[in-house]
């Protein structure tokens, strides 16, 4: 599975911003699909999940500003990050599970300046 995500950029504090991603390649069925980030000095997190279902999964420190969703037809998901905080500054990495295991996109910076 290849992924290519987009949409990451500079965001005043408060601001919105939404970050797509998008699956291709050979592959049958796609499980969760999610969102993690890495900060600068810091270990990636988990930001937000889905299930092929529609269930989702939220980090504490996104929860009520973040919503993660999925386009099972493009093979698409998006993260909409609202009332952006410096503190959610980092590379966002989409992730994908498929039966034959994981594959992460590339990374899109997200940048709120304090």
């Known amino acids: 599975v290849q992924l290519q995500a987009s949409g990451g950029g500079l965001v005043q504090p408060g601001g919105s911003l939404r970050v797509s991603c998008a699956a291709s390649g050979g592959f049958f069925r796609i499980n969760d699909m999610g969102w993690y980030r890495q900060a600068p000095g810091k270990q990636r997190e988990l930001v937000a999940t889905?299930?092929?279902?529609?269930?989702?999964n939220y980090a504490d420190s996104v929860k009520g500003r973040f919503t993660i969703s999925r386009d099972n037809t493009k093979k698409m998901v998006y993260l909409q990050m609202n009332s952006l905080k410096p503190e959610d500054t980092a590379v966002y990495y989409c992730n994908v599970k498929t039966i034959s295991g994981e594959s992460w996109g590339q990374g899109t910076q997200v940048t709120s300046p304090a």
């Open positions: 889905i299930t092929s279902g529609g269930s989702t």
